[in-house]
């Protein structure tokens, strides 16, 4: 497609509910990243996948949150057993290659919006 | 660790009137620095960048230059339009390894007619 998608663009669920969240990266974008923009935090990086496989996934905040990405494309976040706190809105990005000393462009999605009751 | 730090908003201007927004960032080595903008109800958008000391990244009449002696990467624009409401973000990624970006906490510009 021409730019990041993401689904849900809404998702309200219940405390305790697991949920997914999708991304599907720009074509040919090797480098898909996850971040989360919450009111009290700002803007936090959360997993950062090359490929298929995720080098980066220091920013996951409990072991509760999980992702992973097949085919070198689609990615998908899973929040399990869902608190109140988790309830932001969660941004995809992706950029076209790593390296070369110089950092990419991101290119981000709409974003999921999760509310958890 | 690196981090970035934005004046608070939110900044309220008329029409016309000239915008600063200020941001200092702290990282090892030298970054890239972003400008990132959100629209009410839209996605981040990049909105400029400079990859190396005294870079101007400049578009849409927004500038920002980057200044190594100062760790600052202010954005500014001569003129601003009801349309640039919106929130900013300053961000940097390191150029080494992947380019995970560390943003700072935005701020609000509300412009009025």
């Known amino acids: 497609g021409a730019g990041v998608s993401q689904s849900p663009s809404n998702k309200v669920t219940e405390k305790g509910k697991d949920v997914e969240l999708r991304c599907d990266p720009i074509s040919g974008h090797t480098a898909l990243y996850w971040y989360r923009q919450s009111l009290g935090q700002g803007l936090e990086f959360l997993i950062y996948?090359?490929?298929?496989?995720?080098?980066?996934k220091s920013g996951l905040p409990s072991d509760r949150f999980s992702a992973e990405r097949t085919g070198g494309s689609v990615s998908t976040l899973t929040i399990q057993r869902t608190q109140q706190e988790d309830s932001a809105v969660y941004l995809c990005a992706s950029t076209l290659k790593i390296g070369g000393g110089m950092s990419d462009t991101q290119y981000f999605g709409p974003g999921t919006r999760l509310t958890v009751l | 660790g690196d981090s970035v730090t934005q004046m608070e908003g939110p900044v309220t201007l008329s029409e016309e009137a000239f915008l600063t927004i200020n941001c200092t960032y702290t990282?090892?080595?030298?970054?890239?620095l972003f400008w990132y903008v959100q629209y009410p109800g839209e996605g981040l958008q990049l909105l400029l960048k400079?990859?190396?000391?005294?870079d101007k990244g400049s578009n849409k009449g927004f500038e920002a230059t980057y200044r190594k002696e100062t760790t600052s990467f202010h954005l500014e624009k001569g003129s601003v339009q009801v349309s640039d409401s919106a929130v900013y973000f300053c961000?940097?990624?390191?150029?080494?390894?992947?380019?995970?970006?560390?943003f700072g906490k935005g701020t609000m510009l509300l412009v009025s007619p």
């Open positions: 990282a090892t080595g030298y970054p890239s």
């Open positions: 400079a990859t190396k000391a005294d």
């Open positions: 961000a940097l990624s390191p150029n080494s390894g992947y380019s995970t970006l560390t």
């Open positions: 996948f090359q490929g298929n496989s995720a080098p980066d």
